[in-house]
């Protein structure tokens, strides 16, 4: 049974699985909230769970000795606090690490309050409670030494022993292992079937893209925040490499094809590219091959044919990494703007205000446009045509 009840503010502090990167900034939303919650209280309550049922390798960051801890609604906590409240409504619930842990992340994400670099983070923190420390050296069924994940699945094969082919079978933890899964897979299996609700193999890759994201240095991780999520030092490192903070890869909502492609270029430099800084690569390609006018599709093919290009021409040539790395992305960046200067003369929407009062023709097809790909701006409907005229384009001249 859930309880219900009025919580001192004093008694609270956020909880170190909860899903948010930063609670409470101080920005104008920040206010904005506040002001709401000055005039009419709160009117949700805030998720917490009692601070003793937090395990010993995760320590309290908040610096104070709490009675409860915020699962979910850390915002609207500080809200209240700003307004003045002394006490907020709370649901307690009875909760350890993992089970927090999912629901800070689920309760977020049903109010697309998170970005993807917090999904990442927070699918990761639960996949380091639930997988297995060690490779498993034995079939738990009969006692055969196997060599790791991979030796067992070999095993499985070859003998009568059952790999647990049902569906649900290798998605429940185990207690008899403290709450860890023998596998590797078994535990991404579970991730994806309490985040998605099923287990097929697009839904692991989701959950893969997802851990591989997390595993990404934190100022790279930002590209996939929003302007107003990014710290002020993630803002500066970004100008720094000439990226436009004003944007934000992938969604903002979860795994993209945009956080894909930045890590395979990020893994890609770390492994073959030991010369050269892979963190401050990715951001230097980034900021030259991504602007206000380049699409989301367009980035991400870029990008691929970056990491071809690059891992081509280092094995055909016996120069200095940083000098291949160098002339990879200035031809990219030439091809680029050649492709536009020849888009340019054939995009009849390019630069004309299609809303303006003296483009009648042009106002009649926007509204139709509008309507017919019920898109919910100008700039969406403008991004959906200038994708299309460049798939056009691609289509005709036979680019990759």
Same mark, same amino acid.
């Given at each position: 049974?859930?309880?219900?009840?009025?919580?001192?503010?004093?008694?609270?502090?956020?909880?170190?699985?909860?899903?948010?990167?930063?609670?409470?900034?101080?920005?104008?939303?920040?206010?904005?909230?506040?002001?709401?919650?000055?005039?009419?209280?709160?009117?949700?309550?805030?998720?917490?769970?009692?601070?003793?049922?937090?395990?010993?390798?995760?320590?309290?960051?908040?610096?104070?000795?709490?009675? $409860?801890?915020?699962?979910?609604?850390?915002? *609207?906590?500080?809200?209240?606090? #700003?307004?003045?409240?002394?006490?907020?409504?709370?649901?307690?619930?009875?909760?350890?690490?993992?089970?927090?842990?999912?629901?800070?992340?689920?309760?977020?994400?049903?109010?697309?309050?998170?970005?993807? %670099?917090?999904?990442?983070?927070?699918?990761?923190?639960? $996949?380091?409670?639930?997988?297995?420390?060690?490779?498993?050296?034995?079939?738990?069924?009969?006692?055969?030494?196997?060599?790791?994940?991979?030796?067992?699945? =070999?095993?499985?094969?070859?003998?009568?022993?059952?790999?647990?082919?049902?569906? #649900?079978?290798?998605?429940?933890?185990?207690?008899?292992?403290?709450?860890?899964?023998?596998?590797?897979?078994?535990?991404? *299996? $579970?991730?994806?079937?309490?985040?998605?609700?099923?287990?097929?193999?697009?839904?692991?890759?989701?959950?893969?893209?997802?851990? %591989?994201?997390?595993?990404?240095?934190?100022?790279?991780? =930002?590209?996939?925040?929003?302007?107003?999520? %990014?710290?002020?030092?993630? %803002?500066?490192?970004?100008?720094?490499?000439?990226?436009?903070?004003?944007?934000?890869?992938?969604?903002?909502?979860?795994?993209?094809?945009?956080?894909?492609?930045?890590?395979?270029?990020?893994?890609?430099?770390?492994?073959?590219?030991?010369?050269?800084?892979?963190?401050?690569?990715?951001?230097?390609?980034?900021?030259?091959?991504?602007?206000?006018?380049?699409?989301?599709?367009?980035?991400?093919?870029?990008?691929?044919?970056?990491?071809?290009?690059?891992?081509?021409?280092?094995?055909?040539?016996?120069?200095?990494?940083?000098?291949?790395?160098?002339?990879?992305?200035?031809?990219?960046?030439?091809?680029?703007?050649?492709?536009?200067?020849?888009?340019?003369?054939?995009?009849?929407?390019?630069?004309?205000?299609?809303?303006?009062?003296?483009?009648?023709?042009?106002?009649?097809?926007?509204?139709?446009?509008?309507?017919?790909?019920?898109?919910?701006?100008?700039?969406?409907?403008?991004?959906?045509?200038?994708?299309?005229?460049?798939?056009?384009?691609?289509?005709?001249?036979?680019?990759?």
């Amino acid at each position: 049974m859930i309880e219900r009840t009025q919580i001192p503010t004093d008694m609270l502090a956020v909880d170190p699985v909860q899903s948010r990167d930063d609670p409470w900034t101080g920005d104008q939303q920040d206010q904005e909230l506040a002001a709401a919650v000055e005039d009419v209280g709160l009117l949700q309550d805030i998720i917490v769970r009692p601070a003793d049922h937090v395990s010993s390798d995760l320590s309290n960051q908040s610096g104070t000795d709490p009675e $409860y801890l915020i699962v979910a609604g850390s915002r *609207r906590y500080y809200a209240a606090v #700003q307004a003045g409240h002394e006490t907020v409504p709370c649901k307690i619930l009875e909760k350890d690490d993992q089970e927090a842990a999912w629901i800070s992340l689920l309760e977020n994400t049903e109010r697309r309050d998170l970005s993807e %670099r917090e999904i990442a983070n927070q699918l990761h923190l639960i $996949y380091e409670l639930v997988r297995p420390l060690h490779e498993p050296d034995v079939c738990p069924q009969c006692g055969t030494a196997v060599d790791g994940e991979t030796g067992l699945i =070999s095993h499985y094969g070859h003998s009568n022993c059952d790999s647990q082919p049902i569906e #649900q079978a290798d998605i429940r933890l185990d207690e008899s292992v403290n709450g860890r899964f023998t596998t590797d897979r078994q535990a991404r *299996r $579970y991730l994806a079937d309490r985040y998605l609700g099923r287990v097929d193999e697009s839904a692991l890759s989701i959950i893969e893209g997802h851990l %591989r994201t997390a595993q990404l240095p934190p100022v790279l991780q =930002s590209l996939f925040k929003t302007p107003e999520e %990014r710290s002020e030092q993630e %803002r500066m490192a970004l100008e720094n490499h000439g990226i436009d903070t004003t944007t934000v890869l992938g969604s903002g909502e979860g795994h993209s094809k945009a956080s894909e492609v930045i890590v395979s270029v990020h893994n890609t430099l770390t492994d073959e590219f030991d010369e050269i800084d892979p963190t401050d690569a990715v951001l230097k390609t980034v900021g030259r091959l991504r602007t206000k006018d380049t699409s989301e599709k367009e980035f991400e093919r870029t990008m691929r044919q970056f990491r071809r290009d690059l891992l081509a021409k280092a094995e055909a040539e016996n120069t200095r990494q940083q000098t291949i790395f160098e002339d990879v992305l200035q031809a990219h960046v030439t091809e680029l703007r050649e492709a536009r200067e020849e888009l340019a003369p054939s995009q009849p929407f390019r630069r004309v205000d299609v809303r303006a009062p003296d483009k009648e023709r042009y106002n009649r097809w926007y509204a139709q446009e509008h309507t017919r790909r019920d898109v919910r701006s100008h700039g969406q409907l403008i991004q959906q045509l200038y994708e299309e005229r460049l798939e056009t384009l691609a289509d005709q001249r036979g680019w990759e």
